[in-house]
């Protein structure tokens, strides 16, 4: 199980952009595919992101496609989502997680691909 702090999130206006950063500790591997996720109150948890171990293959919702980018940076045991143009129906609390598992452009859209999550951070686009 490997530990994940998400950061960077709060209040931003519509048209910003803001960029979370996910931090991963703890026992095990640190090289994961990491994924982030979203939930806007009485929504379904929502896929977002994600990105492969080595950084080379991400897929993307349809929704943030055009506005999002996902990197990470093994060095440091960090991924980032970095939002442009975010608008009020972005508003939700994110979630960063991990997964043992290769990685897939549909397996990581589906939250049971994987293993650890982030306590989640809020995100609030104000219009």
């Known amino acids: 199980q490997v530990q994940l702090v998400e950061s960077g999130g709060g209040l931003v206006q519509a048209g910003g952009s803001l960029r979370l950063s996910c931090a991963a500790s703890?026992?095990?591997?640190?090289?994961?595919?990491m994924g982030w996720f979203r939930q806007a109150p009485g929504k379904e948890r929502e896929f977002v992101v994600a990105?492969?171990?080595?950084?080379?293959?991400?897929a993307y919702a349809d929704s943030m496609k055009g506005r999002a980018t996902i990197s990470r940076d093994n060095a440091k045991n960090t991924v980032y989502l970095q939002m442009n143009s975010l608008k009020p129906e972005d508003t939700a609390v994110y979630y960063c997680a991990a997964s043992r598992t290769a990685f897939s452009s549909t397996l990581h859209t589906r939250s049971n691909a994987y293993e650890s999550w982030g306590q989640g951070i809020q995100v609030t686009v104000s219009s």
């Open positions: 990105i492969s171990r080595g950084g080379t293959g991400t």
């Open positions: 703890g026992r095990g591997s640190s090289y994961y595919v």
